[in-house]
Antibody
Framework: EVQLVESGGGLVQPGRSLRLSCAASGFTFDDYAMHWVRQAPGKGLEWVSGISWNSGSIGYADSVKGRFTISRDNAKNSLYLQMNSLRAEDTALYYC?????????????WGQGTLVTVSS | DIQLTQSPSFLSASVGDRVTITCRASQGISSYLAWYQQKPGKAPKLLIYAASTLQSGVPSRFSGSGSGTEFTLTISSLQPEDFATYYCQQLNSYPRTFGPGTKVDIK
């Protein structure tokens, strides 16, 4: 059974940093691209960042480019999102999502999310 | 960046109704489009990918069509469990943008 479990969320002051983690199990992690998607309270889905199976291809939303860094450790079956210079508008539930393939594939499994609140 | 619009943004319908949601892309994306369903407090669920391919386990009352810049999601006979918010997503290029969503509510 595929499982994606996010952690690392919490309350953080504007300008500070936070690192999210996603522990994956139930599939061969290094065969698939992985993504982060967020959802602000009461709002729609926003794709944040994605990374290919070998970290060779990475993309970011314009809203986080230069502040967030995605990475993965295939030996640990884990995905990460380093979030720096956090802003109030980064407040959201952050989902880890598995791609169904290596490129241009939809997200077939999602975690339950970890909540990030940016507030003073 | 590719922008997606959805119409309508809100839809009120009854059980048994045929429902159609449209997603338009700001530039051509071939068939690199997926549809997701999200219920309150839950993670999104993949319904359709490659514009018209039904994800395993998804009921056949859901169907998708389109290519290029215009796509549709159709629910042939709305069931009580289908009341939710639906999002399209383009997979053609980074950033992998989502549409703003269509909320399907009970009439």
């Amino acid at each position: 059974e595929v499982q994606l479990v996010e952690s690392g969320g919490g309350l953080v002051q504007p300008g500070r940093s936070l690192r999210l983690s996603c522990a994956a199990s139930g599939f061969t992690f290094d065969d698939y691209a992985m993504h982060w998607v967020r959802q602000a309270p009461g709002k729609g889905l926003e794709w944040v960042s994605g990374i290919s199976w070998n970290s060779g291809s990475i993309g970011y939303a314009d809203s986080v480019k230069g502040r967030f860094t995605i990475s993965r450790d295939n030996a640990k079956n884990s995905l990460y999102l380093q979030m720096n210079s956090l802003r109030a508008e980064d407040t959201a539930l952050y989902y880890c999502a598995k791609s169904s393939g290596w490129y241009r594939k939809p997200f077939d499994y999602w975690g339950q999310g970890t909540l990030v609140t940016v507030s003073s | 960046d590719i922008q997606l619009t959805q119409s309508p943004s809100f839809l009120s319908a009854s059980v048994g109704d045929r429902v159609t949601i449209t997603c338009r892309a700001s530039q051509g994306i071939s068939s690199y489009l997926a549809w997701y369903q999200q219920k309150p407090g839950k993670a999104p669920k993949l319904l359709i990918y490659a514009a018209s391919t039904l994800q395993s386990g998804v009921p056949s009352r859901f169907s998708g069509s389109g290519s290029g810049t215009e796509f549709t999601l159709t629910i042939s006979s709305l069931q009580p469990e289908d009341f939710a918010t639906y999002y399209c997503q383009q997979l053609n290029s980074y950033p992998r943008t989502f549409g703003p969503g269509t909320k399907v509510d009970i009439k």
